[in-house]
């Protein structure tokens, strides 16, 4: 069983307000643990004594909290205490508990600031899957930074740039239109105007995403776009020089990896399952290369930060790697 705090404010002491408050404070803690009704044990509130039009658990039982117990207690006068406020305490069988404070009360929880979490490693290591449960599990956006580089490869093999140098790339960086927008939760990312979520996944798109990554153009493009969106929001993000470069002050570093035939063994079985015709040796040969290419790299290569947990997930089941990883972000939150 897992304690959920939570608090909020009330712009008046107005019953009205008040349910307004209390439902909206629970149902977004509701939301945010993914809570089903019987999991909820019970709702233990507070409020400040200036709150007397309502009782916040009447308030609770009103907007359907009535399968569950419910109580109401007053606070004593503090001075200096948030004027308006309604603390809960929700007991629930859960896993994990994210804690909500909404309106004035946000201020309550400084250690619930904006976080990141980086997860970087070579491909096929399962980061991506890691990042979107991750993501989904905190509620909090994901940023898939290998989509962005395959967009600017798309770009270039539709332009017909064969081999990328500074000089050919260059221009195309200057006047790239690249969005990355977010549809139900998932990544849409978006050149010249058209989504091109698939088209960058077919294999050929793959080893000259490795290519062009390599340019300093092309990384500095992509570096400030994703500092952008991580600096607006808590994120996941998953890449080659997450913790290492773009966010060295990232709360959570993990790096992720698998031996060569496992990660190959796993493009296979997505590649095949897309309806691609690959071989297994000639993948596996590619990820090596790729490996390399993204490794030795002179600007901002692939590498495992100082401070990043590494994870080998070649005999590991997504849900072990995805508990480690709770595990060791739970361990210092
Ligand atoms: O993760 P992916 O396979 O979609 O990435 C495609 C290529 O993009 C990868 O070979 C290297 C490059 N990349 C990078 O250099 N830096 C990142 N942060 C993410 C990807």
């Not at 897992?2 to 404070?25: F, H, N, Q, S, Y």
């Not at 990544?187 to 000259?208: F, K, N, W, Y």
Request: charged letters at 30%; hydrophobic letters at 40%; a neutral charge.
């Amino acid at each position: 069983m897992k304690g959920i705090r939570g608090a909020t404010t009330v712009g008046a002491d107005t019953p009205e307000e008040i349910r307004k408050a209390v439902k909206e404070l629970l149902d977004e803690t509701v939301r945010k643990n993914n809570l089903k009704e019987e999991e909820i044990v019970c709702i233990l509130f507070s409020n400040t004594s200036d709150i007397r039009s309502l009782y916040p658990a009447k308030a609770a039982r009103e907007a359907g909290y009535s399968h569950t117990a419910l109580y109401s207690s007053l606070e004593p006068e503090m001075d200096g205490a948030l004027p308006l406020c309604i603390r809960v305490l929700l007991l629930a069988e859960c896993e994990r508990a994210e804690h909500v404070y909404l309106r004035g009360a946000k201020g309550l929880r400084k250690d619930l600031k904006k976080f990141a979490v980086a997860l970087d490693g070579p491909s096929g290591s399962g980061k991506s899957t890691i990042a979107k449960l991750l993501a989904k599990a905190h509620n909090i956006l994901y940023l898939d930074t290998g989509a962005m580089y395959r967009a600017c490869a798309l770009k270039a093999l539709r332009e017909g740039i064969g081999q990328v140098t500074e000089e050919k790339v260059k221009p195309l960086m200057d006047g790239l239109d690249l969005r990355i927008e977010y549809k139900g939760g998932t990544q849409h990312t978006v050149l010249d105007g058209e989504d091109v979520s698939e088209a960058i996944r077919r294999p050929e798109v793959s080893m000259a995403a490795s290519d062009i990554s390599a340019l300093r153009c092309v990384r500095e493009k992509m570096v400030e776009m994703q500092r952008r969106i991580a600096g607006e929001q808590s994120c996941v993000l998953d890449g080659r020089d997450i913790g290492s470069f773009v966010l060295p002050d990232a709360e959570f570093k993990f790096y992720v990896t698998a031996k060569s035939s496992v990660r190959a063994k796993r493009r296979y079985d997505e590649l095949r399952a897309k309806g691609f015709a690959v071989d297994l040796a000639a993948l596996q040969k590619e990820i090596e290369q790729r490996d390399k290419n993204d490794s030795t790299r002179e600007f901002s290569p692939l590498c495992k930060a100082a401070d990043a947990v590494e994870v080998d997930t070649s005999d590991m089941t997504i849900d072990e790697v995805l508990a480690f990883i709770e595990n060791k972000i739970q361990e210092r939150v």
